[in-house]
């Protein structure tokens, strides 16, 4: 095998075993890289005289690869470890193998050289005392040489950082190994006339040493960038190597345990302190592992009784539950649910305190992580049993009063049918009274005195007014959805105001009243059927001579205004309460003044002329004070008469 081949077999072997070690994801990854120090540090040593290698026109000894390989080793492990007590390490292992070394050279020296002890090859004792010196010397300075080392990438990593920390590890490495090429011959050989000379070979040896290993050395640095860049942010305190005090690593962890522990008292009295709120933490599992004292005065549990338990134990009584499961066994639905609450979104939920009684909380269950990985489950709950309560007091109350309106609705539309049907029953008697009383006057039955006369005219009278009632209370019983009776057609409001103001007339003919009709000289025209529109007027004015004492005054008037043409009917009357006003287009309503003067009225005058009002696309409005008169003005969309 020729010497290039060795050498290259040799550097595979130093420098690719401790990439393999970085690699490899094991607890003893450190270990291992520790015991390839120690291997390389004997190496170096026993292979020095053992063979030599021709490289480049240079001689390069074994122990000299091996010692490079020794050094690569160290600056990986530094970087795997971040940490000052790798450099201890690192450092305890040098010197313990050096000892040992040393040690044991002396010792077989002594021995060799001791007549009762055999020495079948032969090897006289001088040859272990030249070696002590270089082992020594070549201890110390590889000490000196990996705190250097150090010492140099914490100068660069406080100056650069991110790809410009590359080549420095690099130079760093060449820079050390080239150190050690002028340093140990001086320091380990004996002042000879061939002392520059071996120097200058050294130097040579170790730079070539160093640019084939800064090959695997740059290949590390690129392809584990995430450790490098760990390493690089974590500086190590090289000045307190040799501190009597213990690692500040362990320092930072005990004051980190300390911290935590804090937290975690802070912690434990914030959640003893929330009394008002559950608070519930699970572990993955779904298991309690935290039961704050709001949830014990909540459910009725101690924390030791739930501990472990999973929340099935809050859904049920002791024992099995209505399912046929074991409570407080985990199983998958109970986890599926609570993995779906968990969504920060809080939620109404039912549970069971210790003596069975129900619990609504308003629930909210957030998962917690740590760098990405689930650990647990915080629940947190408010106690809502008697919002919940008073809401369903509150929905089961609208259910009876929706059930009321509906009851109300169907008596409405019975009691509109019944009076349908009354009034039409009504109306053939009332025709028949009407007719008869008729003939008689007109004497179809023989002749009519005086006073017959006149109580007939009253009979005629009351019939009238009994047909009027009958009529309004068809109209108003008739649906919403019927649409307008008659035939609608362009006409002129002053004649339907004419015709309906001789009735009024005749009904304040025994009144004192000062009845007044305002019309203007133009028509007013409208669209509608003259009979409903008259009958609207007489029931405005009907209620304005009704409502007014005598001596008041009645008036009733109709004009054009822009689009609209405009009737008015006013009185000086006993007028109607403002607190009142919203009512008068109830049905069957009548004023409690009307009902202390006793005057007749079926309260149906003002319901039955907005009907008429609505029926023609108009509106009607109320104006009115106690005491003070009343003024009803309705507003009818205008038209045009036809040519």
């Known amino acids: 095998m020729s010497n290039t081949a060795v050498f290259g077999l ?35 040593g026993l292979l020095s005289g053992v063979y030599q290698l021709e490289l480049a026109g240079l001689t390069i000894p074994a122990g000299q690869v091996a010692y490079a390989g020794l050094m690569f080793t160290a600056i990986v492990t530094l970087i795997a470890g971040r940490d000052l007590q790798v450099l201890r390490n690192v450092v305890a292992v040098t010197i313990a193998v050096d000892v040992l070394v040393l040690a044991s050279f002396a010792l077989t020296g002594y021995a060799v050289d001791a007549p009762n002890i055999n020495d079948p090859f032969g090897v ?16 110390v300075l590889t000490v000196v040489l990996i705190v250097l080392l150090t ?24 820079g050390v190994l080239t150190i050690d090429g002028l340093l140990f011959p001086v320091v380990a050989q ?25 090959v695997p050395l740059l290949g590390f640095v690129v392809f584990h960038r995430g450790l490098v860049e760990r390493f690089e942010a974590t500086p190590i305190p090289v000045r307190q190597l040799a501190a009597l005090s213990r690692d500040p690593l362990l320092d930072r ?13 802070t912690v434990q009295r914030i959640l003893d302190a929330a009394t008002g709120t559950a608070l519930v933490t699970l572990d993955p599992d779904f298991r309690i592992t935290r039961f704050n004292r709001g949830a014990e005065l909540l459910f009725g549990y101690t924390e030791a009784e739930v501990l472990g338990r999973t929340p099935e134990i809050l859904r049920h009584a002791d024992g099995v539950t209505p399912d046929g499961h074991v409570r407080g066994v985990p199983r998958d639905e109970t986890t599926s649910t609570w993995r779906g609450l968990s969504d920060g979104v809080h939620r109404d939920a039912h549970y069971r305190d210790k003596s069975g009684a129900e619990v609504v909380l308003s629930l909210s269950v957030n998962e917690i992580r740590s760098d990405g990985v689930l650990i647990g489950y915080l629940a947190t709950g408010e106690d809502v049993t008697e919002r919940a309560r008073a809401e369903q007091v509150q929905a089961e109350a609208l259910r009876r009063e929706q059930e009321s309106v509906r009851r109300l609705e169907e008596a409405d539309a019975v009691k509109d049918e019944l009076v349908s049907t009354i009034s039409h029953e009504l109306r053939t008697p009332i025709t028949s009274i009407q007719g008869y ?71 304040a003919a025994d009144r004192r009243l000062d009845l007044r009709l305002d019309l203007p000289r133009e028509p007013v025209v409208v669209t509608g059927d003259p009979l409903v529109l008259e009958r609207l007027v007489l029931n405005l004015a ?21 689009t609209e043409a405009v009737l008015a009917v006013s009185d000086t009357g006993m007028g109607i309460p403002t607190e009142d006003l919203g009512r ?27 009907r008429i009002v609505a029926e023609h696309q108009g509106s009607i409005e109320v104006e009115s004070a106690l005491g003070e008169g009343t003024t009803v003005t309705v507003r009818l969309p205008s038209a045009t008469l036809p040519a």
Not at 585 to 591: L, N, Q, S, V
Request: proline share 6%; glycine share 10%; with cysteine.
């Open 437 to 507: 009383t008729e003939l008689i006057v007109d004497g179809a039955y023989g002749p009519v005195d005086p006073r017959q006369s006149e109580a007939l005219e009253k009979v005629d009278r009351n019939v009238t007014r009994l047909r009027a009632l009958v009529d309004d209370l068809l109209y108003v019983a008739r649906g919403p959805d019927a649409g307008p009776s008659g035939r609608a057609t362009p006409l002129d409001l002053r004649e339907v105001v004419t015709d309906a103001w001789s009735t009024v007339e005749q009904l």
């Open 10 to 44: 040799s550097v595979l072997v130093y420098a690719g075993l401790p990439l393999v070690f970085v690699a490899w994801r094991t607890p003893f990854r450190f270990v291992l890289l520790y015991a390839h120090l120690a291997a390389l540090l004997v190496f170096a």
């Open 151 to 174: 010492s140099l990438l914490e100068r660069a990593k406080a100056r650069r950082s991110g790809r410009s920390m590359t080549m420095v590890y690099v130079l760093a490495f060449v």
């Open 584 to 610: 008068v287009f109830e049905r069957f309503w009548r004023a409690p003044q009307a009902h202390d003067e006793q005057i007749a009225g079926s309260g149906l005058g003002l319901p039955v002329a907005q």
């Open 253 to 265: 962890l005990d004051a980190t345990e300390r911290l935590a522990g804090r937290a975690q008292a």
């Open 124 to 139: 006289p004792e001088a040859t272990f005392a030249t070696v002590l010196r270089p082992v020594v010397t070549g201890g």
């Open 542 to 562: 009907g209620n304005a001579v009704k409502f007014t004492p005598d001596g008041g005054r009645v008036t009733c008037s109709a004009r054009t205004a822009a």
């Open 190 to 214: 004996a002042p000879t006339p061939g002392l520059g000379a071996a120097v200058v070979e050294g130097v040579l040896g170790k730079l070539l040493l160093a640019g084939v290993y800064a």
